[in-house]
């Protein structure tokens, strides 16, 4: 009987990493494989017909737990390795035979990071107090040893963004790599009633350009960059007359709002806190813009792509390469305002077809990507 140990910290029914590697266990379950998991935590789950081995690690400090559970599940990897068990670890782990990176490595996340600091004593705190950190330079030193281990024979990845980063932070052949898109639900993110009706329950004026952004952390995600870019394409008077920002998906804009304010766009931008019906937000809006710093699997991208909605995404998020496949939009350095407002006005002046067939390629090439079946990385072990 085929054998696959599953490792990751903790399960429980929150969070996309805990929920997967059930529905792991249960496909592999199905296929006749002998399935264990290994946690060092399981909160609020179905555990029924599954094997899970709860390991014990202290809960603080952060860094002793992330020393404790990489030394624990390497013993356990390797002893159940021993007994041909296939190990597919989930995270921060050393030794195993398949190797998960869903948030890509924490070296490219700091350096990321540092961009969301918009002065120098800002900068110069932050590195500090990371470069003071044990948790920090210890996560470097375990992501070094799992990264460069020869015998994990692949990794999985959520991006080509992540996919480079393996590659050029720590040479990682490529033909270990192996990409695993994540699915979105295309029965809610779809094009279907396209049109600005919903705008007249947010009071906002229908004949109006709308920019939409989206995110629940605007400081990673690049919103700062996009105030800036979206004040110099404000110079132009049609475009100042026009456009407008909407941002969605953060309760806490204080300092947004005032940074808005400083750059006399106030008016301009329109702020929304959480929302269940981001799908409304993606139909009625004309183009989507993603700012991000850091992110290893822009979720947001591909809801703005199944509704038909144009994407000008950072070269800094994972899936920006779908906007370039898809051929409905454009990828830019968020960074550079210069580039970044020049790309605003571009859209917003662009002609209603092209537009609309940036539209129907963007909606289009989600069907198709949805129809693609993710490779079973299992199956490569005969």
Known sequence: MKK??????????????????????????????????LASQVDKIDTSNLDIKVIKVPHWPSWLKLASFAIVSYIYIKKAQKDNYISYCFGNSIGCDILRVSGGTHKCYVKQAYLRHTNKLSLMLAKLKRNLSV???????????????????????????????????YNVDSSKIVIQYNKIDLKKFNPENKNKVFLKTLNLNQDKFYFLYVSTNFWLKGFFYLLDA???????????????????????????????????????????????????????SDCFVYPSLYDSAGFVIEEALACGLPVIASKFAGYSELVEKSK???VIDPTNLKEFSKVLLDFFYKKTDELKLMSCNASNFMVQLDKLENEDIFDRFG
């Open 4 to 37: 696959a140990l599953l490792v990751y910290k903790k399960l429980s029914n929150y969070g996309g990493t805990e929920r997967y590697i059930v529905y792991t266990a249960k496909k592999l379950i199905e296929k006749g494989y002998s399935v264990k998991i």
């Open 135 to 169: 948790y920090h330079w210890l996560l470097i030193y375990i992501q070094k040893k799992a990264f460069t281990y020869n015998n994990t024979k692949y990794f999985v990845v959520p991006s080509e963004y992540v996919k480079n980063q393996l590659i050029q932070g």
């Open 328 to 330: 409905a939009g454009i």
């Open 230 to 284: 979206f004040k110099i394409a404000c110079k132009d008077k049609e475009f100042f007359a026009r456009a407008h920002l909407i941002a969605v998906g953060q309760d806490s804009v204080n300092k947004f709002k005032a940074k808005a304010k400083k750059l006399s766009i106030e008016n301009k931008i329109s702020f929304f806190g959480k929302r269940n019906d981001l799908e409304n937000f993606y139909k009625s």
